[in-house]
Each structure stands twice: as structure tokens, then as C-alpha cells.
């Protein structure tokens, strides 16, 4: 499970950030309630309709928040994408805008029958020769980006020499070419660079002079939206006052076409839409931002062929509803979100949640263990299996935060923590009194180590876990856990790959401080949306709502766990801040 990188455009975020108020919304949050939840259900189910019944009963979910899904499969794990956009999100928008509850809910509950996983689409031939139109494409501006870099070197070349780079041209035709355009753009980028820092070390006059030559350069590489980002960025003392008149002109189209790119790229898996982003891009932010644009695309296609979890999709309910294939970062996690990026979401994600597991009788008994625990407390021991890793490579990230999380925990709670930290598992039956539990990585093969106490949150990071909850002859994490009583877990129905989990050492300080559900703290914590990892329990429990185990004083003295309270409009004390929590 190799870590990823972001395929989004950077020049498209660098702008954005740049302060640019493009879509202010209303927003209304607070602490889940039973009126914000509705409760899906496959109508030719019987097992959906008892759990969902059984759950409004114990919960007071209003009647009118059951929503009811026909067409569907008596118990299908997966079902295609066509299926997924008729019977179930274009299903699920038209019941909520039908009763007036579109700004009402803020999460989701699948039950017993509604399917784990959304098909992919295939390698189609459509999605192949899109493919191979893409590669020719990149080869074209693999040639574009060699002759600005040539044309950056010569106006560099006649201007004062400080600290220099050297004239790098990028490899046309050798190697992948996706690896030889990211190359281009670095190359590009240096000799722009080298450029601009060469123009600011004239004198005033001859700065706007030789900035008049490197204007025309930069309209065609970088386009509108990328010189006022460089403007931004260093300043405007070499542009001379018939420029300006020209540059207000970049600013303006900007700022009438950028919404639209955000609106497209929200609806990137229309052929059509992908198309027209291409050309906003190279408009707005010239042959850079086609290329970045066509890499992005690359990775896009070559990801849509993949299944995704279908309570992943829901979450994008109201801003991709249709066919939403690959892996989008989630708006909500919380490294990233901030009030100035909340203000900017037109929709933010549904919470989603699953009531689900191996027989009818163990979800009701998941259910109503629930209940009773949320009102009595989980007092018990925080268990996390770390493998002993200590380098430098995304596993040895990972397993440095399960040790983070077991002594921020022990430092700042009043729970026990037991750390296992060598290549082997925790041993069987040796764990007495799991409340709490994160390890990793047995695939597919559940070890039961721990003895849990009725309501623990435990969660296992591996590939597979999650592939099924009905077939007894399955061995993953997810459908074991659930069977000896834990009421909260999550799991992948494919490859996730590890940057799709959540980080330990966010997610469980934020449930221990008895302030969030578990579907807000899931949320709040998973760093992925139309993906495939699923949470599985009742989005309402709290565990430890009335018997508080984090100290909230010294949780909200790192800004990252003081964003939560913010997201959700609760009080924070007034606490001295200091850094973060490394994540």
C-alpha cells in the first residue's frame, strides 16, 4: 500500500488560496442529532427494513428520514455504476428535496442489503483511446515547454547574473512520458524562475523594459492566472503603467472562469466536462496548466476502471452524483480545513455510516449495545499493534504514528495504553479489556488477541478487510470485530492504498474527548471521499460522551483538534496554543 501524491493542478490551488472569494455559502453545523440522520433502506430486503426500524426505534429517528430504495438486489455486495446513479444517489436526492430535508441532513446510514462496493467502469475502449488521445497530447506540450525554456534562457541570458540556475532542457521522447512532462514542468519552472530573479535585479526602468519582453512569454506558458499569482507573489514594481491595463484584463477573466473550473472539476467524470477543463486550463493558466491538467486526467482514467465504497460515494451526494469514480481529498479532514476553505465549499460532504455485520441479530445487538454504553461509559485499555518500523518510507510513517497515538494518549487522557512495537502481533487472548484498538498488518487474517469490552472502537489497517460481512468463510478484520462486540470500525472493499486511512493519532484523541460521534470523528479524520474505505457502527455513539477520558484542556491546546470545535460550532475554551501534534 505505497503512498500517494495528489493529482490536483498545484497553480489552480496556489491561486485559489491566494484570497480569491469565489463561492460563499450558509452553512449550518452543530452536534449530530437524530433529526440530521437518515436511514437507508434496499426495499426488497427484509433485513434492511427490521434494522432500520429496529435503529429509528432505539435512536428517535422521525419517520420521515427513512428512506426507502427500490431496484436494487435482495443482497448484493456490488452493483454497477448505472445502478449506483438511478436507484440509489439520484434515488436518495429527489426523496430529500421531495421532503424538504436536503439542509436538514448531515449523515447517512446504509443497512443490511444495501451493497459494499460500486463497480468501475472497465478499461472501455472510450476510456483507452481518451488515454492515448491524453499521451499525445503531453508529448505536444513536452515540445511547447522545451521551446519556453529555450526562450526563458535567451531573455535570461542578456540580463545581470545573481545566483543563477543552470539551463536545463527537459528529455523529449525518453522514458514515460507522463515522467518526461513532469520533468518538463520542473524544467520549466526553474528557467522561470531564473528569469524573474534575473528581471529583478535591474534598475526601475530597465526592469519594466525587460519585463515587457517577458510578459508575452509568460501569457502563453502561465496564462492570465498564473502571472497574477507571480505578480502576487513577487510583487509588481516591474510592471510599467501600460501593462497594467493588459493585466487587469488576466485578473477579470480569471475571475469569471475559475468557479467554472471548480464546478467542472466536480463533475470530471462527464468526457465532456474533462474537455472543457482542458480548455479553461490552458486559457487561464496557459500550456503549465494543460499539462498539469492532462497528467491529473492520466491518473483520473486510469483509476476509474477501480470499484469504490459505496458509502464513500454517498458522501459526495450533493456535488458528484453521478458515476463519482477515484479518489477525492475530503474538504472536511482535518489537516486541510480551515473557516477561510469551509467558506469556499458550495457543499460540503454527508457524513455515512453503515448498520451492517455478520447476521440481523448482531447489528441489533450492536445497536442497543450502543445505547446502553453511551449512557454507562467504556472505561478500559488502549491497545496499538506498531511494527517496529523506523525509517523514512510511508510504512514506517504510518507505524511512528501508532506509537504518537499510544503516548499522546498516555500523556494527555486518563486510559490506560498498552504498545506493542516489534514485527510480531499482539498474542492471542492477551489483551484484556480493549476499549480502544488500532494495528496493523495481518491481511485479511483476523488474530484474536484482544478480550473487547461491549462498544469498543477498534479499527485495523490492511488492504482487504472489508471485501464482505456475510460470508462466514471470510477472514477479514471487519466482520470479526463486529461479531465479539466492537461498535465502530472501518475497513477497505479494494485497495485503498495507506494514505486513505485515517491517521490514528487524530482519530482517537478526538473520540476520546467525549465531545463527537463517531461518524463526525470518521469525518473529520478520513482523508478521502469516493474512495474505498467504508465505516461500519451507529453514526450516533458516542462512547464516551458521559465519562470523559481526554483531558480536553491540553487536546485544545493543539490547533488542530481546537479546528473540530470550530467545524462544528461547539465552545473552546480559552487554552494557550502550541504546535500540532506531528501527523
Known amino acids: 500500500m505505497p503512498q500517494l501524491s495528489s493529482g490536483l493542478s498545484r497553480i489552480l490551488l496556489a491561486f485559489a488560496a491566494g484570497g480569491i472569494s469565489l463561492l460563499a455559502m450558509a452553512r449550518s453545523t452543530a452536534a449530530l442529532t437524530p433529526q440530521q440522520v437518515a436511514v437507508i433502506i434496499n426495499d426488497n430486503n427484509p433485513n434492511s427494513w427490521n434494522i432500520a426500524r429496529y435503529y429509528a426505534q432505539e435512536r428517535h429517528i422521525p419517520k420521515i428520514n427513512l428512506i426507502v430504495l427500490s431496484g436494487l438486489p ?59 488521445q491524453i499521451q499525445q497530447g503531453l508529448h505536444r506540450q513536452i515540445v511547447q515547454l522545451t521551446r519556453g525554456i529555450t526562450q526563458l534562457n535567451a531573455l535570461a541570458a542578456t540580463l545581470p547574473v545573481a545566483n543563477a540556475v543552470a539551463k536545463p532542457v527537459p528529455p523529449v521522447g525518453q522514458g514515460p512520458v507522463t515522467q518526461a512532462a513532469q520533468l518538463a514542468l520542473q524544467h520549466f519552472g526553474l528557467a522561470l ?66 468557479p467554472e473550473i471548480i464546478r467542472l472539476s466536480q463533475r470530471r467524470y462527464l468526457e465532456k466536462n474533462r474537455l472543457k477543463l482542458r480548455q479553461l486550463q490552458l486559457k487561464l493558466f496557459g500550456v503549465v496548466g494543460l499539462t498539469r491538467q492532462l497528467l491529473s486526467d492520466t491518473v483520473y482514467l486510469q483509476q476509474k476502471p477501480s470499484s469504490t465504497a459505496l458509502d464513500s460515494d454517498l458522501m459526495t451526494l450533493w456535488y458528484q452524483p453521478d458515476a463519482a469514480m477515484g479518489m477525492e481529498n475530503n474538504p472536511m479532514y482535518m489537516p486541510n480545513w480551515t473557516r477561510s476553505v469551509g467558506k469556499l465549499q458550495k457543499h460540503i460532504p454527508l457524513m455515512v455510516s453503515r448498520l451492517d455485520g455478520t447476521s440481523p441479530q448482531m447489528v441489533r445487538n450492536m445497536i442497543r449495545t450502543s445505547v446502553r454504553v ?133 482519530f482517537f484523541p478526538l473520540l476520546l474527548s467525549g465531545r463527537f460521534t463517531q461518524a463526525q470523528v470518521y469525518y473529520l479524520t478520513c482523508p478521502l471521499v469516493d474512495w474505498r474505505i ?25 490547533p488542530i483538534f481546537r479546528r473540530a470545535f470550530e467545524e462544528f460550532n461547539m465552545p473552546i475554551p480559552k487554552v494557550p496554543a502550541v504546535k500540532s501534534p506531528p501527523h
Open 74 to 132: 435482495h443482497d448484493a455486495v456490488q452493483i454497477p455504476v448505472d445502478m449506483y446513479d438511478i436507484h440509489v444517489s439520484a434515488a436518495i436526492r429527489r426523496i430529500l428535496r421531495q421532503r424538504h430535508l436536503k439542509k436538514i441532513i448531515r449523515c447517512l446510514v446504509t443497512t443490511w442489503g444495501i451493497p459494499l462496493r460500486v463497480a468501475g467502469m472497465g478499461t472501455s475502449p472510450q476510456i483507452n483511446l481518451e488515454i492515448q
Open 374 to 506: 453511551e449512557k454507562t461509559g467504556l472505561r478500559g485499555v488502549a491497545y496499538f499493534d506498531a511494527r517496529g518500523l523506523h525509517g523514512q518510507d510511508p510504512y514506517s510513517q504510518y507505524d511512528r504514528l501508532l506509537r504518537r497515538s499510544a503516548l499522546f494518549i498516555l500523556q494527555n487522557s486518563s486510559m490506560p495504553v498498552a504498545l506493542q512495537d516489534t514485527p510480531a502481533f499482539f498474542q492471542a487472548k492477551n489483551c484484556p479489556d480493549e476499549a480502544i484498538y488500532c494495528g496493523w498488518y495481518s491481511l485479511e487474517h483476523y488474530l484474536p488477541s484482544c478480550q473487547w469490552l461491549p462498544g469498543s472502537v477498534a479499527f485495523h489497517v490492511a488492504s482487504f478487510e472489508l471485501l464482505s460481512l456475510h460470508n462466514p468463510n471470510y477472514g477479514g478484520w471487519c466482520p470479526h470485530l463486529l461479531k465479539h462486540g466492537v461498535c465502530g470500525t472501518l475497513g477497505a472493499v479494494a485497495e485503498p492504498y495507506l494514505s486513505a486511512f485515517p491517521p490514528p493519532n487524530l
Open 193 to 258: 524562475n531564473n528569469a524573474i530573479h534575473r528581471v529583478g535585479l535591474l534598475p526601475p526602468v530597465r526592469r519594466q523594459t525587460a519585463f515587457a519582453k517577458l510578459l508575452p512569454i509568460l501569457a502563453v506558458y502561465i496564462g492570465p492566472g498564473g502571472v497574477s499569482q507571480t505578480i502576487h507573489i513577487h510583487g509588481s514594481s516591474a510592471v510599467a503603467q501600460k501593462d497594467h491595463h493588459t493585466l487587469a484584463a488576466m485578473h477579470k477573466d480569471v475571475q469569471k472562469d475559475l
Open 534 to 558: 467504508a465505516y461500519v457502527g451507529d453514526p450516533l455513539y458516542n462512547p464516551f460522551e458521559h465519562h470523559h477520558v481526554m483531558r480536553l484542556r491540553r487536546l485544545l491546546k493543539y
